[in-house]
Structures are given as C-alpha cells and as structure tokens.
C-alpha cells in the first residue's frame, strides 16, 4: 500500500509539474478567471511551483486534472472548469520552451523532458563528468535513460 501512495505521489507531482520550471510563484501567475482555482487547488498536494511547467492542449490539460481528481483532488465542476479554462489560456503547448540540456536544472529536466526524478538525477551527474552534451547520441550514452525516450523529445532538446 505505502509503495503505491508513493508512486501516485510521484505520478501526481510529474503530472501537475506546472511553474516548477520557471520558479514562478503565485504572485507571478497571471490574473484573471481560474487563478485563485488553480492556487487552491494544487496547493491540496503540492506546492504551487511545481504545477505549470507542462504547457499543454485542452485535451492535455482535462487529463491531468482527472487524473488529479482520480488522486483525490477535491473541487467542484465550476472550479474545475475554471481551473482548465485558465491553464488552456495561460499555459498553451505552442508555447513549450526548448530545454537546454547543458543548463538545465533536474526540474527543469523533469517537466520539460518527462524525465522521471532517477533520470533527470542522472542526466546531470553524467553531464558533470564528462562535460556538456553535443547531440542526441551523447545524451543517449546516459544512463537509466532510453534512446527512444530522448527520440520522442527530441524536438524538445536545446544544446
């Protein structure tokens, strides 16, 4: 049972990861409809910073509050699609940022890349030892990461 509520811990984190990214705090996230929602409802599970990074489509954005809901999020339909309408306006997928992986922090490694915590930890610990990346296959030399994990990002990867 503990083994399970971590991994949906670790599943709800990953999932939600929305300003970790970036750092932005509360006082950083955009007004309008929705914002006080979205403040009231992550916070239930996690701190705030690690609930926008994502950048996705509506479909994208529904899915990860079911899944968050299936979590035990508490919120009313209203709040919900307040919630969804905020991040679809304020946090699009046309606006998902390229990360540079020679810089990039292990968040930033997590939410940009889907890493999980164990990959991105590995990422930079490799990148430490043997000096910035050049191209996709150095970064596939990394290990717990597969070559087909960097492949399907890597439209999403900066050097």
């Known amino acids: 049972m503990k083994m399970m509520q971590g991994r949906i811990r670790r599943i709800a984190v990953t999932a939600v990861v929305v300003l970790g990214a970036c750092g932005a705090s509360a006082q950083e996230l955009p007004g309008g409809p929705g914002r006080q929602e979205l403040e009231k409802l992550c916070k239930q599970c996690h701190e705030l910073a690690r609930s926008i990074s994502l950048r996705q489509d509506r479909d994208g ?11 035990g999020m508490k919120a009313s339909d209203k709040d919900i ?47 430490a030892k043997h000096g910035d990346f050049k191209s996709l296959d150095d970064l596939k030399k990394v290990p717990l990461i597969a070559p087909e994990q960097i492949d399907s990002h890597k439209d999403r990867i900066a050097f």
């Open 61 to 71: 954005w529904s899915s990860t509050i079911q899944k968050m809901s299936a979590f």
């Open 81 to 127: 699609g307040l919630v969804l309408d905020y991040l679809v306006k304020h946090y699009p997928a046309e606006e998902v940022p390229r990360v540079n992986v020679n810089t990039a922090t292990p968040i930033e490694l997590e939410s940009g890349l889907s890493l999980r915590r164990s990959q991105a930890a590995a990422l930079v610990a490799y990148r």
